[in-house]
């Protein structure tokens, strides 16, 4: 028993660690800007179908220049003297209030601005509470200090990529509008770029669909790239964004809400959602599976946080004369509109009887100990999420379950025969209901019960006589319909990823 509790107390040190670890840094998720503009690779960043927010700036910039001849990375501090020379920021400006040389537009930026309105703003626009065209300007200035240069190489099985930012400041967009009839005041602006981050991940072709895993690594450190949209709603909990950014049913979706510390502003995760029922091209349902309830009011922004939908769980099991460990992984097939969730599963156990290493029988005079115990399964379940913390789901499984019988260890000097090993094989038919726990999400309680039938297949009869074989059947065999069949309970942790 004490081995028991050190695994358990070194799974739970585990996965404390690993949700430690998978804690993002402070980051920022601006509610007034779902649009983003991208120079350079525009085409590998919308690889998997993200088209919706991002903008292509279709400027040409100066080639890229690496670290070294292999192409190991980039060179940031060459990149941003060329940007310099070259004058890629204003290009970039030029191109967003269309300049040809002898007038500006707002054409461009108008559109821009209209998709990225929120719909609480367009529903006073509508009402007259405020002008359209105030509105309009309100929303340029979020629309034009969201333009990024994204440069992405792959080199063997790494994808190597890098991020500028076109530092269009307030400022900026006011020298452009008292400008706006002198050319020759305007060609003066100048717009700086900066370098914010660039990384590396292995080529994988293999990305599942509709998620751009690339895409989420670089937004981990650049949150502006982040696929993300406004709650818009609680009855229903809805948020304005859906198929066309990439969602499907049942991908997880964090709710932020912007706080202030220490004069920085920082978006602090309120809950996680996933997508409840088929999302729209625009709009998804979400429903809340861990944390507290969303606001539209208090701009909260819901950010694509895809993860695997699947679980993997580890329990100890106890029957009536048995115990042993179970690992289940599971795999979360859909999620409905009232938080129900459909679940295909696969099991492995293993065990041993109470008592295992004192008790054994003679079989054809032979000492064989209390049997051991292994099994794999297969099932079906429906979970029910509910008070944000919990999950209940009824199942039922079907398991193949072997008792393997070893001889005990005899004299060494006595080589005139060779014990065989004993089996015993049997369908067993689990029906149970477990609960999941959030104890901090992704890491879970899980505790259930079930009531497992047991039917009892052949053994490897042949290799015993019949009178060691009717020892067999009287002590192990027979019994396993007994001590094998019945109510089984079981604790442990799950990992909800």
């Not at 070259?86 to 040809?100: E, M, P």
Request: glycine letters at 6%.
């Amino acid at each position: 028993m004490n081995n028991y509790r050190y695994i358990i107390l070194a799974l739970l040190f585990t996965a404390f660690t690993f949700t430690a670890n998978a804690k993002k840094q402070k980051q920022f998720y601006d509610s007034k800007s779902n649009i983003v503009g991208i120079t350079g690779d525009y085409n590998a960043i919308t690889a998997s179908g993200f088209t919706a927010k991002f903008f292509n700036n279709e400027v040409e910039i100066p080639a890229p220049v690496y670290k070294d001849e292999m192409k190991r990375g980039y060179d940031e501090k060459a990149m941003l003297t060329l940007f310099e020379t070259n004058k890629t920021g204003k290009r970039i400006l030029d191109y967003l209030f269309q300049y040809d040389g002898k007038q500006l537009s707002e054409d461009m930026l108008r559109e821009r601005a209209m998709q990225n309105a929120q719909t609480n703003d367009m529903e006073r626009a509508e009402i007259g509470v405020i002008d359209k065209e105030t509105l309009l300007k309100d929303d340029y200035l979020p629309i034009l200090k969201n333009n990024f240069i994204y440069l992405q190489d792959s080199v063997g099985k790494k994808v190597y990529w890098i991020v500028f930012r076109v530092n269009i400041t307030e400022e900026t967009l006011a020298e452009v509008f008292n400008s706006w009839n002198n050319m020759e005041a305007y060609n003066q602006i100048k717009v700086p770029v900066t370098f914010v981050a660039q990384g590396s991940f292995k080529n994988n072709a293999k990305a599942d669909e509709g998620v751009n895993k690339h895409l989420k690594k670089v937004s981990s450190k650049v949150p502006e790239l982040a696929i993300r949209g406004q709650v818009t709603g609680r009855n229903p909990f809805i948020t304005d964004f859906g198929t066309k950014s990439g969602l499907r049913q049942s991908y997880r979706v964090d709710i932020y809400r912007a706080v202030m510390k220490d004069s920085t502003m920082y978006s602090k995760r309120v809950s996680k959602t996933r997508v409840a029922g088929r999302p729209e091209p625009e709009q998804s349902y979400l429903y809340t599976v861990s944390g507290r309830n969303a606001s539209y009011k208090k701009g909260d922004v819901a950010v694509l946080n895809q993860d695997f939908n699947k679980g993997h769980s580890l329990t100890f099991n106890y029957m009536d004369h048995s115990y042993g460990l179970n690992y289940t992984f599971d795999w979360r097939v859909g999620f409905s509109k009232t938080g129900w969730s459909t679940y295909i599963f696969a099991s492995l156990g293993a065990g041993v009887f109470k008592g295992f290493t004192d008790h054994y029988y003679d079989i054809n005079a032979i000492p064989y100990e209390s049997p051991l115990i292994a099994n794999v399964g297969l099932g079906a379940g429906i979970g029910k999420t509910c008070l944000h913390a919990l999950e209940i789901m009824p199942y039922i499984m079907g398991q193949y379950e072997a008792l393997i019988f070893l001889p005990k260890n005899i004299d060494e000097e006595d080589k005139t025969f060779n014990p065989a090993t004993i089996w015993a094989s049997s369908i067993r038919i689990p029906v149970g209901l477990k609960f999941h726990l959030n104890i901090y999400h992704p890491l879970q309680l899980v505790v259930g019960a079930e009531y497992v039938p047991c039917i009892k297949l052949k053994s490897n009869e042949e290799t015993l006589t019949p009178e060691g074989y009717e020892a067999a059947d009287r002590y192990f065999l027979n019994p396993q319909n007994y001590k094998r069949s019945g109510f089984n309970i079981y604790a442990g942790f799950r990992l909800d990823l």
